[in-house]
T-cell receptor
Framework: KAGVTQTPRYLIKTRGQQVTLSCSPI?????VSWYQQTPGQGLQFLFE???????NKGNFPGRFSGRQFSNSRSEMNVSTLELGDSALYLC?????????????FGEGSWLTVV | AQSVTQPDIHITVSEGASLELRCNYS??????LFWYVQSPGQGLQLLLK??????LVQGIKGFEAEFKRSQSSFNLRKPSVHWSDAAEYFC?????????FGRGTSLIVHP
């Protein structure tokens, strides 16, 4: 079955612009989480959605937001882009909300802010 | 606070040599434990996971990991490394909905 799909894979934006990234989870998975990965900071948790509700949130400014649709697909948005937002953004999905649930990652969206 | 430590930022091995990547966790109880691998420019792929039971876990690509409660460790091993194993390896621990990830260990394989 298809894995986690993220679009677009690569994009370049200018400072001050906004960007929307999309994630389609594995079929049957209801939890979607987002991570930012940079060489300096490693893998940082952004937020997690389950049944269209944001249930967990990492330590990121309000410029970073997300949502989840009824079909479990998710989008994340970054407004007023800064150079430091250049990163690989990873989406992950899991079947349900049980602790110990295994999360599966997509291939990521590479964002470059110039 | 929950934490996962991967003490080695880089590890260099020769092709055909054995490999051990270290992972230590700090948790209130025994967490669920995972190893992921990330090839350049790619997402993270699950190698193996430990939830309970046998403390030696077999994964994909010939990897295995051993859970040692007394040492709070979950080290990843492979008996013979292939050049294609060169990648970033992440250990993660979960006891709630969101796992905590280590900073990763970069594996370099020399021919």
């Amino acid at each position: 079955k298809a894995g986690v799909t993220q679009t677009p894979r690569y994009l370049i934006k200018t400072r001050g612009q906004q960007v929307t990234l999309s994630c389609s989870p594995i079929s049957g998975h209801r939890s979607v989480s987002w991570y930012q990965q940079t060489p300096g900071q490693g893998l940082q948790f952004l937020f997690e959605y389950f049944s269209e509700t944001q249930r967990n949130k990492g330590n990121f400014p309000g410029r970073f937001s997300g949502r989840q649709f009824s079909n479990s697909r998710s989008e994340m948005n970054v407004s007023t882009l800064e150079l430091g937002d250049s990163a690989l953004y990873l989406c992950a999905s899991s079947r349900n909300s049980d602790s110990g649930n295994t999360i599966y990652f997509g291939e990521g969206s590479w964002l470059t802010v110039v | 606070a929950q934490s996962v430590t991967q003490p080695d930022i880089h590890i260099t091995v020769s092709e055909g040599a054995s490999l051990e990547l270290r992972c230590n966790y700090s948790y209130g109880a025994t967490p669920y434990l995972f190893w992921y691998v990330q090839s350049p420019g790619q997402g993270l792929q699950l190698l193996l996971k430990y939830f309970s039971g046998d403390t030696l876990v077999q994964g994909i690509k010939g990897f295995e990991a051993e859970f040692k409660r007394s040492q709070s460790s979950f080290n990843l091993r492979k008996p013979s490394v292939h050049w294609s194993d060169a990648a970033e390896y992440f250990c993660a621990a979960g006891g709630s909905y969101i796992p905590t990830f280590g900073r990763g260990t970069s594996l370099i394989v020399h021919p």
